[in-house]
């Protein structure tokens, strides 16, 4: 078992927010998924959406320095599930997850694509938060729904690390032990807390920190997204990315294995995020694969 890694000495909790952006907010974003040496299936799901509207100039008389010929403004949706349950219903629990998520992001009336403007800003992120409550009840709902009508899906349930980034503006949706982690000058933050009975123990002081990753217990889930409880709590966290920044979202195939400590030396030393992923599986995979392993890396640049 990796030893685990120093804490970070990063807070992405208590990040100074920053004057709003002047500029405009790139986003470079990777995905990379392996069913692993172990397991029969891919029980893992993940997805990466861009959104945005545009305007886009057909034809006019006026100077193109006045009316510029495009105008985009765009956010960033990417998320990933761990499907449990058995062979089967893992694997429909996740893609359920994934493909609920997008039927809601398209039913949704509007999307928030600019939270830059003081005067609604407050407004507009409450909004956010609660459209989110109101997306993860509403896929819970679906998973405990289909699996009242088929008894092969018995159980089944899924994790959901989620990550919306719009401009400087990112949200963390959670439930389960997924993770999402913070990059920034070269220290990686965890964002996320395990829903774990391991994790639990450790919040309450009955072991500590640093037995919750060799703990018999710290792969039992407290929370899971259509789990038995008719209703569910998910952690939101919402922080400003800085140029430079990375974002990590992965399943605990990746974290099993590979220690934090190895995973900020990687994004360090791979720019790409390409490379990044590839990396971050592959170092997986010589450990053995035990389990399905999922990660997504994005990139951060202002200007």
Not at 44 to 66: H, K, M, W
Not at 83 to 109: C, F, K, N, Q, Y
Not at 151 to 163: E, I, N, S, Y
Not at 172 to 201: C, F, M, P, W
């Amino acid at each position: 078992m990796p030893k685990p890694s120093t804490p970070s000495p990063i807070d992405p909790h208590s990040i100074e927010e920053p004057g709003l952006p002047k500029k405009r907010v790139r986003v470079n974003v990777a995905a990379l998924s392996d069913r692993g040496h172990v397991r029969e299936s891919n029980e893992d799901a993940y997805v990466v959406f861009r959104i945005g509207r545009y305007l886009e100039r057909v034809d006019s008389n006026v100077p193109e320095s006045e009316l510029p010929s495009r105008y985009e403004e765009a956010g960033h949706v990417m998320v990933v599930a761990d499907g449990l349950g058995g062979h089967e219903a893992g694997d429909v629990a996740s893609r359920t997850a994934l493909v609920t998520t997008l039927r809601l992001i398209l039913r949704a009336p509007r999307w928030a694509l600019r939270l830059d403007d003081p005067t609604t800003r407050e407004a507009e992120i409450r909004g956010l938060l609660a459209r989110s409550k109101t997306y993860l009840a509403s896929i819970h709902a679906a998973l405990r729904e289909q699996a009242s009508t088929d008894a092969r899906l018995a159980g089944m349930g899924t994790t959901l690390t989620g990550a919306y980034s719009v401009g400087a503006d990112l949200f963390v949706l959670h439930v389960g032990d997924s993770k999402a982690y913070l990059l920034r000058g070269g220290a990686l933050a965890k964002i996320t807390h395990d829903h774990t009975v391991a994790q639990e123990y450790a919040d309450r002081g009955i072991i500590s920190q640093e037995e919750v990753p060799s703990h018999h217990m710290h792969h039992v889930l407290t929370r899971a997204v259509g789990g038995p409880e008719e209703t569910l709590e998910g952690d939101m966290h919402h922080l400003r990315v800085a140029h430079g920044d990375r974002l990590l979202l992965c399943s605990d195939g990746l974290t099993d294995l590979v220690t934090e400590d190895e995973i900020a030396a990687i994004l360090r030393s791979f720019p790409a995020d390409e490379a990044a992923c590839r990396s971050l599986v592959d170092l997986t995979l010589e450990r053995g694969g035990r389990d399905n392993v999922t990660v997504i890396v994005a990139s951060f640049a202002m200007g």
